[in-house]
């Protein structure tokens, strides 16, 4: 019969101290897989902070949606009954967050989904843990 043994603290060089677990084993085994930069995890967060507000998913979906999976900013204001400079505010977040893609034509700006950007979000979510 195993017996789990009381935890002890061990003096580190520091202020702070560690627990050790008596045992053989250990309590939490790392998975081995390296754990995430925080650039990496700064630049996921703005990616999805931009597509967490429902005007800014609403406008992904009617990108992605429309013919040619692209879209002038004129035809995004109805569908959204917003007015065309808090259009132009969301499309520039997702822009900046690298989701979508912005080419000037003429007086127009048409905007298109970054290929593989949401494939890459909904990797990191499908991810094992």
Not at 35 to 45: D, I
Not at 94 to 104: M, N, S, T
Request: net charge negative; glycine share 6%; proline share 6%.
């Amino acid at each position: 019969m195993t017996t789990i043994s009381e935890p002890r603290i061990l003096a580190a060089d520091t202020d702070l101290a560690t627990t050790e677990v008596a045992d053989e084993g250990r309590c939490c085994v790392p998975s081995g897989m390296p754990a995430m930069s925080a650039q990496r995890a700064e630049e996921l967060s703005k990616q999805f902070k931009a597509i967490a507000d429902p005007n800014r998913l609403r406008l992904v979906s009617l990108i992605s949606a429309s013919a040619k999976n692209e879209a002038c900013v004129c035809d995004l204001t109805e569908p959204l009954n917003l007015g065309q400079p808090t259009v132009s505010h969301h499309l520039k977040i997702l822009v900046d967050a690298g989701i979508l893609h912005r080419e000037k034509r003429g007086v127009w700006a048409y905007f298109s989904i970054v290929p593989g950007a949401l494939d890459a979000l909904a990797g990191v979510l499908a991810e094992p843990k």
